[in-house]
């Protein structure tokens, strides 16, 4: 991951971050590639205590409420999945189109791999109040919304927002109150 200006300082504290793929590219609108990430996910919160607090992943980005005692390496680990098994899932469907924008998005210096897949970075950012949680919660449940593909946030496949009224949701969440 690349230099960032955003760092994780006390841990103890939900962070509210967010991720795209390069171009803006709609990778997730495919079910396949956005289940990779929330198999990830759900990876990392039976191995490694994350605590997903909030979620909602649209077609080209996710956002993550969360709890974790390091998130770089948590988030490296997820995007560094997300990023390998999209590949592979690409490759085994000969998608030419989105392995050539893939590859040209790589960045000079990246030997490790041919292609480019996630914009650098995760911008977390902590959530020191009950205030700015629940409007945190509400911009991430909202965001299917804002964008006109569904009518309530609860409709929304790919987000937490059911949980939050007591239904079942894709990723099992620790709610905050």
């Not at 077609?59 to 592979?88: G, P, V, W």
């Not at 998005?105 to 977390?124: F, I, L, N, T």
């Not at 990723?171 to 905050?176: A, K, N, Y």
Request: charged content about 25%.
């Amino acid at each position: 991951m690349g230099r960032s200006r955003y760092k994780q300082h006390e841990t103890w504290y939900p962070y509210s971050m967010s991720s795209s793929f390069v171009h803006g590219l709609p990778l997730f609108s495919k079910p396949e590639i956005a289940s990779l990430l929330i198999e990830a996910i759900k990876f990392h919160q039976s191995k490694s205590e994350l605590k997903v607090h909030a979620w909602c992943v649209m077609e080209n980005h996710f956002h993550m409420i969360a709890t974790h005692s390091d998130f770089k390496s948590c988030m490296q680990s997820i995007k560094s999945y997300t990023a390998k098994r999209t590949l592979d899932f690409l490759k085994s469907h000969n998608n030419q189109l989105y392995l050539k924008q893939l590859a040209f998005s790589k960045k000079r210096g990246k030997k490790e791999s041919a292609y480019q897949v996630w914009q650098e970075g995760y911008h977390p950012k902590q959530i020191n109040s009950g205030k700015m949680l629940r409007q945190k919660i509400n911009y991430v449940h909202f965001n299917p919304v804002k964008r006109g593909y569904v009518d309530k946030p609860e409709d929304w496949r790919y987000s937490s927002a059911r949980n939050y009224l007591w239904q079942d949701g894709i990723l099992d969440i620790e709610r905050i109150k």
